[in-house]
């Protein structure tokens, strides 16, 4: 037993089951238990406000419930749904409890819910002022490029003697996109190195390329440089692959940062604003209900 909630019992296995379908090492489930044993009291404490209020949840509805979500997640294949629930050690009877706990723990904390029309003009005006840094949308760039990651027709020029080379004839008044469509190895060869979007800071993976590109004005051309390329690796993560390749970037359009109207982010602000509320609302309920109820929490120890 980790947790008892009036004549309620949790026990370390119900908590270990739920980590372990999340893929959780050892080593998570000792560090995250008291995270999953909150979680648990919470949803007890939300069946005994329940049943003081005299609320019923009718077996139909559970019914309904059930099936809405084997239609949903299984195609309505209750073989395969049974399957399932078996290889996690579950029956649907097991199922149907979580289902209902699941069910009347959101039905509790919906009832202290505030909608955006309850949010007062002078709040979210407010919150806007306070935290204008949420509401600026950021600086965007369109970018050319042209790429060296292969020597060009068995030529003995290096990879930066070939970039130089076509640097120097952009410097001397050659079109930026007809170079880029005869030279390198872009993705956006056949687009004159276009890119095709406008990208922020963030969108662009590689920090070298990220500094080099926001260091642009609108329609200036960069010096070549090195980058070393990124690659996927096995475990999905992304580093380094070893290799390099050297880029010259072109600035198209630039969309400096802007800050957007207040009346433009109200309805955003608004709903922020609820949910904070309904979030320190639910955090004072569930207060509440330890204190008239008896919870006792003993997590094991390594």
């Known amino acids: 037993m980790v947790a008892r909630v009036n004549d309620k019992v949790i026990t370390w296995g119900e908590i270990e089951m739920a980590m372990e379908k999340l893929n959780f090492s050892e080593e998570e489930k000792f560090r995250r238990g008291q995270e999953f044993v909150e979680g648990k009291v919470d949803r007890l404490l939300s069946q005994v406000a329940f049943k003081k209020k005299g609320g019923e949840l009718p077996e139909s509805y559970i019914e309904q419930e059930y099936s809405s979500r084997l239609l949903t997640n299984f195609n309505g294949d209750r073989r395969l749904f049974r399957e399932v629930l078996q290889s996690q050690g579950q029956s649907p009877l097991v199922y149907k409890d979580q289902l209902k706990e699941d069910i009347i723990h959101m039905h509790m904390l919906s009832q202290r819910k505030r909608t955006g029309d ?7 005006e407010s919150y806007y002022h306070e935290h204008p840094e949420k509401f600026r949308t950021p600086k965007k760039l369109k970018l050319r490029e042209i790429v060296f990651s ?19 004839l952009i410097v001397k008044g050659e079109a930026f996109e007809e170079l880029a469509a005869k030279h390198g190895q872009s993705p956006f060869t056949s687009k004159g190195g276009d890119w095709g979007v406008f990208v922020t800071r963030d969108e662009i993976r590689n920090v070298k390329i990220q500094e080099v590109a926001f260091s642009l004005k609108e329609n200036e051309v960069s010096h070549p440089f090195e980058v070393n390329l990124l690659k996927k690796r096995e475990d ?5 692959s070893g290799e390099s390749a050297w880029y010259i970037l072109k600035a198209d359009k630039i969309q400096p940062a802007k800050q957007l109207p207040v009346d433009e982010v109200r309805p955003e602000i608004e709903k922020i604003i609820a949910n904070n509320f309904e979030l320190d609302e639910q955090r004072k309920w569930l207060s509440r209900q330890k204190r008239d109820a008896y919870v006792d929490v003993r997590l094991p120890s390594k």
């Open 236 to 240: 999905g993560s992304i580093g380094y």
């Open 150 to 168: 292969e020597i060009e027709d068995g030529s003995n020029q290096t990879l930066e003697q070939l970039a130089l080379h076509v640097h120097s």
């Open 118 to 124: 309850e949010i007062s003009p002078q709040r979210v």
